[in-house]
């Protein structure tokens, strides 16, 4: 759809929302830009805050309903989380009648200065994982790509975009907000990460020109939408060593695996865990799961290879990578 009905749609849940009476409700995020919204691939950011949870949230407008109190708010301002600091600095306040987030406002503009902390760092570098796992595992999936393949998109994009975040709150610590914004502040400090983050915008823009099969994969091919994936593993790897130092590329643990006498048929999922340095992919093999990859133990990487004889261990293992079928 597109912006102007997007933003009429948004207004209808934001006053089902309101009618709750919450204590407010901030925006952020490319819905609140016309410049930065993308038809059927932009979805609606809000962070409601209540002391009571909010019902009737279903849409379909891609937002998804976190409770968050007052007190939470305003420890994960008072903690810098990223999101919570991004919201109220850079957000739209849709909903706010008691004051409670221009009174936050006003104490930062009278010296109260909310620095980004170690905290920050952990929550991006956490998201970065998860949103790069969930490309990777969208990529392998054996399905009808559609919506999955709008996912897949978001999932770099948002990759390329947190990683350039990090790059900007290094240089200057602020953070940024959206396409535009960060787009902007990253050209003065890495022009070349600028481009790929303009160039993965363009490909979002223009996603259904993609043409990609959608059959069980054993390695990230080369393909339309596998490059994408490729390039912005590529890029965290460059611009985050520190964050590598325990593991290999995707494609090249796989094929560290190829390479053994248990070589894979096929690989399911993947998860890249920056915060325990984690990299583990899960693959059929002889008809049987296959679980191996890089764990941290006492800050050391050791390497994991085992057999899944049954379903149980299977889910299992889905389970430990943090996906649930």
Known sequence: MEFE??????????????????????????????????PEVSDLDLIVISE??????????GFEYFPNTPTEA?????TASPFMLNAINNGKIVYDPQGFVEAIKNLTKNGLKIKPTKNTIYQINQSIGNQLSSAMNRYFQEREMDEN????LRNVHSTVREIGIMQILAANGTITD????????????????AEQL???????????????ERKG???????????????TEKSYMLTHPDQFYTRFETNRLIEHQQSSNNPLEKTLAV???NIDFSHLILGTQKGKGHLFGFLETNKKPRFISQELSNYGQLNKAYSQIGIFR
């Open 5 to 38: 009905q997007f933003k009429q749609k948004s207004e209808g849940l934001i006053d089902k929302i309101k009618a709750q009476n919450p204590l407010a409700i901030l925006q952020f995020g490319s819905s609140t830009r016309a410049e930065d919204y993308i």
């Open 52 to 61: 009571t949870p909010i019902a009737d949230t279903e849409n379909d407008l």
């Open 74 to 78: 305003l420890r994960d301002y008072a």
């Open 149 to 152: 393949e709008n996912a897949l």
């Open 178 to 193: 959206g396409y535009t914004q960060t787009h902007s502040a990253l050209k003065k400090v890495n022009p070349a990460f």
């Open 198 to 212: 303009r160039m993965s915008q363009e490909i979002l823009i223009n996603h259904q020109e993609l043409s990609p």
């Open 217 to 231: 994969k054993l390695l990230i091919e080369r393909d339309d939408l596998g490059s994408v994936i490729l390039d």
């Open 271 to 273: 998860r890249i865990n």
